[in-house]
């Protein structure tokens, strides 16, 4: 069966039921179509739009901002400029775009478009200063002292990631000469957008004011208690049970030569390695932190090792060993490289998880951000 279609009617009624605001000129520039859109948004009816120039619906104020438009027009559509046009109701503003093909000019634009550009612009600029808030929390350097040194990886899977980290030297003021302790933690908040990397802004700076506000110098250090201050806090402020926030916090004291971890939902256990032969998971954790769970259901608690010379502690959010190339992991070979490098000086050993990391996942989308910090004790003196 066969229909008979009349082609210009067709593409007429398609024009009219779409948001765009469509005007077609030709080479002088009289306008020879104009579909509803436009015609709602300036009042008049096709036959009075037919008998005008593109120019005559200007407002006086915009002609030579019009006439220089038209004349940088080329066949590839134009970027958006915004115009005054003098309409039949008074005058309209449209961000509308040009382009020229077979002595015709088009104008057209659509002012939903135009909103979600500016609101795609103001969202950029707040991203990006997201982006210098979250880099601005992480670590500038990270302690190198003689008896103990860091290094750490850290890759957001997008621009802005949520994880987190920071080691610092306790300050026990006066006491400071009687007392050598670094404190570690690394958090890993669900998601890694603009959300997950505030609220793990939030981490830290919760941690912080329990040194500012808690600790007293002298006083035994204990992760357990300042997980405990983190949960009242994050409570408190009752984000939204969607989010999980997972934190291992851990002491090193260079004086009683003890290591204190408490791991808050860490399901990837820190890796502790005193030789190829002597190698320990820190296994011993309690739950992640999130308002879904009653606050009953947390019972920290801190577990103490025994610390020695040249021990290597390895400290990463799940991004690294559950990041997938061939379906495979990089778990298990994470673990053997481990074995092979862990006596070497943390910026070496880092360096070499990141060279080994990028050739196993060469091409592939990163899935999740990748934190990696590594604590290597000296020759420790009892």
Do not use: W
């Amino acid at each position: 069966m066969e229909y008979n279609v009349d082609i210009v009617e067709l593409s007429r009624t398609i024009t009219d039921i779409i948001d765009d605001h469509i005007l077609v000129c030709n080479a002088k520039g009289q306008i020879i179509f104009s579909n509803e859109a436009m015609r709602y948004s300036l009042g008049y009816a096709d036959a009075e739009l037919k008998q005008k120039s593109f120019l005559d619906i200007v407002a006086d104020i915009h002609i030579k901002k019009a006439e220089t438009f038209i004349n940088s027009v080329s066949e590839k559509p134009s970027v958006p400029e915004e115009l005054l046009f003098d309409g039949k109701l008074g005058l309209t503003k449209l961000h509308i775009r040009m382009f020229k093909k077979n002595n015709l000019l088009y104008v057209y634009g659509n002012e939903k478009y135009a909103e979600y550009e500016r609101m795609k612009k103001r969202l950029d600029i707040e991203v990006a200063n997201a982006i210098k808030i979250h880099k601005r929390s992480l670590p500038e350097s990270l302690p190198d002292a003689e008896n103990i040194s860091f290094a750490s990886l850290y890759i957001p899977a997008q621009d802005l990631g949520g994880d987190l980290f920071d080691v610092f030297k306790v300050d026990n003021g006066l006491l400071n000469d009687y007392f050598e302790q670094y404190a570690c933690f690394v958090a890993d908040v669900s998601g890694h957008g603009l959300d997950s990397a505030m609220l793990a802004i939030f981490v830290k700076d919760t941690i912080s004011s329990y040194f500012r506000l808690k600790h007293i110098p002298g006083q035994v250090l204990s992760p357990k208690d300042i997980m405990n201050f983190f949960v009242e806090h994050y409570i408190k402020e009752g984000y939204p049970m969607e989010y999980l926030v997972c934190i291992f916090f851990v002491v090193f004291d260079l004086k009683t030569y003890e290591l204190t971890y408490c791991n808050a939902g860490f399901h990837m256990c820190p890796i502790l390695v005193a030789d190829k032969d002597n190698i320990i998971e820190l296994n011993k954790g309690g739950l992640p932190v999130s308002t879904a769970l009653d606050a009953e259901l947390y019972d920290y608690k801190d577990h103490t090792l025994q610390l020695s010379s040249g021990m290597t502690l390895f400290i990463m959010s799940d991004g690294l060993p559950e990041q997938r190339s061939h379906n495979e992991f990089y778990e298990d070979r994470m673990k053997k490289l481990i074995t092979d490098i862990y006596n070497h000086k943390p910026p070496h050993i880092v360096k070499k998880i990141h060279e080994d990391f990028n050739d196993f996942v060469k091409y592939e989308k990163i899935n999740d951000d990748i934190t990696l910090v590594v604590a290597k004790l000296s020759k420790l003196s009892k």
